[in-house]
Nanobody
Framework: QVQLVESGGGLVQPGGSLRLSCAIS????????IGWFRQAPGKEREGISC????????YYRDSVKGRFTISRDNAKNMVYLQMSSLKPEDTATYFC?????????????????????WGLGTQVTVSS
């Protein structure tokens, strides 16, 4: 059974850091891309980062580039999102998603079209 479970969210002050985790079960990472998406109240879900489980190539949307770092541990079937220099506009529910890399996911890593499996999300609130 495929399952993705996010954790690590919470309340943090502007400028602070958090590390989100995505625990994956039911498939091996090496054939999948894992993406982090976020959805703020009243806004559409937005893809912000992705990592290839095959070769570790990473992708970042401009809004998080230089502040967020995605990584993976294939042995543990875990993907992480280290978030630094957090801003109030980063407040959202963060989701991890998984999709096979044999399709077009890595050509369009920020589109949820390519992702077949999703976690339930973890809330990140950036506020003083």
């Amino acid at each position: 059974q495929v399952q993705l479970v996010e954790s690590g969210g919470g309340l943090v002050q502007p400028g602070g850091s958090l590390r989100l985790s995505c625990a994956i079960s039911g498939f091996s990472l090496e054939f999948y891309g894992i993406g982090w998406f976020r959805q703020a109240p009243g806004k559409e879900r937005e893809g912000i980062s992705c990592i290839s489980g095959s070769d570790g190539s990473t992708y970042y949307r401009d809004s998080v580039k230089g502040r967020f770092t995605i990584s993976r541990d294939n042995a543990k079937n875990m993907v992480y999102l280290q978030m630094s220099s957090l801003k109030p506009e980063d407040t959202a529910t963060y989701f991890c998603g998984a999709g096979t890399i044999s399709g077009g996911l890595l050509d369009d890593p920020y589109s949820d079209y390519w992702y077949d499996y999703w976690g339930l999300g973890t809330q990140v609130t950036v506020s003083s």
